[in-house]
């Protein structure tokens, strides 16, 4: 059984920076996208960053401030989230594809709150 697991939220006041990490664990051939993911309540899940073998794609929202990056020996995918702003806060969840052989996994980690307070 392949899965994800997220920590790193928290409250942080806004202008600061939080780092998330999302390890993936379990019986992986290879990982082809890792990303991050965020519901704010109310709100639809929107894309926050992804990362590839060969690119990274942000959110027009995040550019300049996040950093996505991560670390294939370790199966683990990180978001450096820097100068964040109110709505910046919500439920971040990670999303990976996970090869296990001939499957390809979609998978979400159970997600973790951030909070940005004044």
């Known amino acids: 059984q392949v899965q994800l697991v997220e920590s790193g939220g928290g409250l942080v006041q806004a202008g600061g920076s939080l780092r998330l990490s999302c390890a993936a664990s379990?019986?992986?051939?290879?990982?082809?996208?890792m990303g991050w993911y965020r519901q704010a309540p109310g709100k639809q899940r929107e894309l926050v960053a992804v990362i590839t073998s060969s690119s990274t794609n942000y959110a027009d929202s995040v550019k300049g401030r996040f950093t996505i990056s991560r670390d294939n020996a370790k199966n683990t995918v990180y978001l450096q989230m820097n100068s964040l702003k109110f709505e910046d806060a919500a439920v971040y969840y990670c999303?990976?594809?996970?090869?296990?052989?001939?499957?390809?996994?979609?998978?979400w980690g159970q997600g973790t709150q951030v909070t940005v307070s004044s």
């Open positions: 999303y990976a594809e996970v090869r296990t052989g001939v499957i390809t996994h979609r998978l």
């Open positions: 379990g019986s992986i051939f290879s990982i082809d996208v």
